[in-house]
């Protein structure tokens, strides 16, 4: 078991903050749990917390990004993308400007938090907007590329992060590339496109089913701008897609690509993600089995569309 992507970024903040001392970090009162607090500790004059106020969290790093900084504004992802919505839009993207929001604790396994906590459309939110860049990375290694990799996109970030420790995935020699997904597995049967902590569940289902069915499996870890033709190819050459996320079915990783899909490559799409409801509190593994985020349940899709 890996370490939880928030816990990723904190250490890739203090890497680049010693090389590039243009990097200033925002926080909402949150810096133990999005773990910028660790930046905060090596850099007090390029850290500020701005207490319980997310809108303000936002101006204060458009504020900056104009000036030349390059800023991290961190807080949960539930906040950064509702209470800060309208001060993006209009300070951040509207501008243009190099914000990076590197939003933590998304989706269902934040835990016992609950709903109220749990932003389950916060994708689908940030991919709305003009010019953001919406990237969530599968693992440590991952994650510290995508924070390297932010500090020189010209225009707004959203990063989203998670709580829960992340399987290893990559190694060194794997190669970020923003807008480009990744293909982890080969295969000629069916194709699972998964995003997060989900592409290590859809490897491993693949993997149990490799006797019987043969399943290509893509990690996608820019859902804006999205690899249209990593896309197309698996469309042309495998019976159906099957997309994979922690995040509501609408306007996330399988929304987007469906519009590929039905654009330039006509071809059947499943989703599977969170339905049209809220989170609820429980442990994150109880809420994964309940929300069908499971390598029991992607294997039963899989079947159920490779034996019609």
Do not use: W
Not at 146 to 157: L, R
Request: charge should be negative; hydrophobic fraction near 40%.
């Amino acid at each position: 078991m890996g370490i939880a992507t928030r816990e990723a970024y904190g250490k890739a903040l203090v890497s680049l903050g010693r090389e590039n001392k243009d990097i200033v970090v925002l926080d909402a009162d949150l810096s133990k749990s999005t773990k910028t607090a660790d930046f905060a500790k090596e850099n007090k004059d390029r850290f500020i917390n701005v207490g319980i106020a997310e809108q303000n969290l936002m101006g204060m790093a458009a504020g900056l990004a104009s000036y030349g900084k390059i800023p991290f504004a961190s807080t949960f992802a539930v906040f950064a993308s509702g209470r800060a919505f309208e001060i993006i839009r209009n300070s951040i993207c509207y501008q243009n400007l190099n914000v990076n929001i590197a939003a933590t604790h998304a989706g269902i396994t934040v835990g016992e938090d609950g709903g109220s906590h749990q932003s389950v459309e916060d994708i689908a939110i940030m991919s709305s907007l003009p010019n953001m860049t919406v990237i969530v990375p599968a693992d440590e290694t991952e994650t510290m590329q995508v924070i390297e990799k932010a500090t020189k996109i010209n225009g707004p970030v959203y990063i989203r992060l998670g709580r829960l420790a992340a399987e290893d995935i990559f190694d060194e020699t794997y190669k970020f590339e923003i807008g480009k997904g990744t293909q982890v597995k080969d295969g000629k049967d069916i194709t699972i496109i998964a995003t997060g902590i989900t592409t290590n569940l859809a490897m491993q289902a693949a993997k149990e089913l490799e006797e019987d069915i043969n399943v290509r499996v893509i990690h996608m870890p820019t859902i804006k701008p999205i690899d249209e033709e990593i896309i197309i190819k698996a469309g042309c050459e495998t019976k159906a897609i099957i997309t994979v996320e922690e995040h509501s079915v609408i306007g996330g990783l399988g929304d987007r690509v469906c519009a590929v899909t039905a654009e330039k490559s006509p071809t059947k799409v499943i989703k599977i993600g969170i339905k049209d409801m809220f989170g609820q509190s429980g442990k994150p593994d109880e809420l994964l089995e309940y929300y069908g985020l499971t390598t029991k349940n992607i294997k039963q899709v899989i079947k159920e569309e490779f034996n019609k």
